[in-house]
T-cell receptor
Framework: GAVVSQHPSRVICKSGTSVKIECRSL??????MFWYRQFPKKSLMLMAT?????????EQGVEKDKFLINHASLTLSTLTVTSAHPEDSSFYICSARPGAGGRAEAFFGQGTRLTVV | TQLLEQSPQFLSIQEGENLTVYCNSS?????LQWYRQEPGEGPVLLVTVVTGGEVKKLKRLTFQFGDARKDSSLHITAAQPGDTGLYLCAGGGGGSQGNLIFGKGTKLSVKP
């Protein structure tokens, strides 16, 4: 299957600082990538859709000024958590779909465990 | 709005038992995927079903797509402790954004 690499896998930061998470598609181009947040023992919650060359589309309730998304190239999307607070601590996961339309599977990064202290 | 209802949410069984996880919707999906996720890792794709009535097997796992492409099931035969994890179904509606709709997941624990 296609490979999506996410970095870092774990990060601890102080309140008020910003953290950048990278998501790369290693063997395919992805015009669209997706960012999810996952709470313990819960399913994935879509935060935003990252579009190469244009602004991200955010889900209702997700602050776009707090969770900055940049899709710099066809293989890289970044999520920056700005002015992080302890309540931002969570597991963040990105995904990308190599194909088009509804038949294409999504492949996920390894996830990033963010802890804000 | 497309929704996927997944059940049960939690399942704790003994090694060797069989189990079935269900994924239901009132909407038609062009495809459904099943993922397995272990703690601290991203979901890993198990299978994609596309055709109504389709059955796919992956060792002890059997996946079925409903005839109307609104539901799917995952059956595990003779469960092993290594099957423990969070199982997620996801549907692709074919929208322009291409995002998947996820069920809430089934947390499976297989005790030795």
């Amino acid at each position: 299957g296609a490979v999506v690499s996410q970095h870092p896998s774990r990060v601890i930061c102080k309140s008020g600082t910003s953290v950048k998470i990278e998501c790369r598609s290693l063997d395919f181009q992805a015009t669209t990538m997706f960012w999810y947040r996952q709470f313990p023992k819960k399913s994935l919650m879509l935060m935003a859709t990252s579009n190469e060359g244009s602004k991200a589309t955010y889900e209702q309730g997700v602050e776009k000024d707090k969770f900055l998304i940049n899709h710099a190239s066809l293989t890289l999307s970044t999520l920056t958590v700005t002015s992080a607070h302890p309540e931002d601590s969570s597991f963040y996961i990105c995904s990308a779909r190599p194909g088009a339309g509804g038949r294409a599977e999504a492949f996920f990064g390894q996830g990033t465990r963010l802890t804000v202290v | 709005t497309q929704l996927l209802e997944q059940s049960p949410q939690f399942l704790s069984i003994q090694e060797g038992e069989n189990l079935t996880v269900y994924c239901n919707s009132s909407s038609v999906f062009s495809s459904l995927q099943w993922y397995r996720q272990e703690p601290g890792e991203g979901p890993v794709l198990l299978v994609t079903v596309v055709t109504g009535g389709e059955v796919k097997k992956l060792k002890r796992l059997t996946f079925q797509f409903g005839d109307a492409r609104k539901d799917s099931s995952l059956h595990i035969t003779a469960a092993q402790p290594g099957d423990t994890g969070l199982y997620l179904c996801a549907g692709g509606g074919g929208g322009s954004q291409g995002n998947l709709i996820f069920g809430k997941g089934t947390k499976l624990s297989v005790k030795p």
